[in-house]
């Protein structure tokens, strides 16, 4: 089985692959050749034998993502986007890397002849979502997104469905929880301070919260991600029927909640570090996302969901001292 990680010098990227290298199979089946492509320089995950290839390459850029449809991977997954306050902020790059980009490799499969016919797993986001918004929300909810970077993954959702039908790919999407807690330093998601409230504190810094701490979310960790992506790619899709994007389980806490977990793991001075600066423009993106669902039917096809905050910190803590 031929791998290709689209957007895999990401952190969820490099999880995929290293748990790839790790297990040498998906779905039973022997992984031998494994190809990961990012616009920065991806890494090769220890330990892998198979057949190697790091691709520094821009998906958005013409003729792309017809070379590496040409190497016929077996299972793509597609992780790469920009996140979401850079793709409200660059309208332009965000419809660049997020639509065109997805559509030119969708593109690339139908016309790429030979009957080739690859599982295509797609990650979108609970973005595509947008009020009026029930509590808890169902897999048959209206996509009505109320920012750029939603509109792109809903149209990606509605693509995927499409050519799936059409029977020119074997697609999934999958709409993750905010992955929390994500390692390294902040980044331009609007979102990025549910993972900065509670990485920050523990090293010992200090942390900025831009949102009133009664918003709940809905979270999972990179480690329960990663096992999202890998399960959608082995799984039968006949179970999907037509219906090939749903979202997938999480924790749902508010920030408070947070706040408290990490008290719980890390005590007093670690919750001393945060520090509220309230950001309107954060908070107006925040609030128009949705915080909690019901995801029967992702449960039902063996999606596993991390038990609280409280293991998704120690989850943290261990992946930070293995590494």
Not at 86 to 105: M, P, Q, S
Request: with cysteine; net charge negative.
């Amino acid at each position: 089985m031929h791998i290709m990680i689209i957007g895999g010098a990401g952190m969820l990227g490099r999880k995929v692959a290293a748990k790839l290298a790790r297990d040498g199979e998906l779905g039973g089946k022997p992984v031998t050749a494994l190809t990961l492509v990012d616009v920065f320089q991806p890494a090769a995950p220890e330990g892998f034998t198979g057949v190697l290839r790091l691709e520094r390459r821009d998906l958005s850029q013409p003729g792309v993502a017809e070379e590496l449809v040409a190497l016929r991977p077996d299972v793509i997954l597609h992780l790469a986007a920009i996140v979401s306050s850079e793709a409200e902020a660059d309208f332009e790059k965000g419809y660049a890397i997020n639509l065109d980009g997805t559509r030119a490799l969708f593109e690339a499969i139908r016309l790429a002849g030979d009957d080739y016919c690859p599982r295509v797993v797609f990650t979108s986001s609970l973005a595509v979502f947008g009020a009026p918004l029930p509590d808890p929300i169902g897999d048959d909810h209206i996509l009505t997104p109320l920012t750029s970077y939603g509109t792109q993954k809903a149209i990606g959702e509605l693509l995927l469905a499409d050519y799936s039908r059409r029977g020119f790919f074997d697609g999934i999407g999958i709409r993750l929880p905010t992955i929390c807690i994500r390692p390294g330093r902040p980044n331009r998601a609007a979102s990025g301070f549910f993972s900065n409230i509670l990485r920050e504190p523990l090293k010992g810094e200090p942390a900025v919260l831009p949102v009133d701490r009664s918003i709940r979310h809905w979270f999972a960790s990179p480690e329960a991600a990663a096992g999202f992506i890998l399960h959608a790619a082995a799984l039968d899709s006949a179970a999907l029927g037509d219906r090939r994007n749903l979202t997938l389980p999480g924790v749902c806490v508010s920030v408070a909640e947070q706040i408290e977990a990490l008290r719980r793991v890390a005590g007093d001075e670690a919750v001393a570090l945060i520090r509220d600066e309230p950001d309107p423009a954060i908070a107006r993106i925040i609030e128009s996302w949705p915080r909690s669902f019901d995801t029967r039917r992702a449960n039902e096809l063996g999606f596993k969901a991390d038990a609280s905050m409280d293991e998704i910190i120690r989850l943290h803590l261990q992946s930070e001292t293995a590494e």
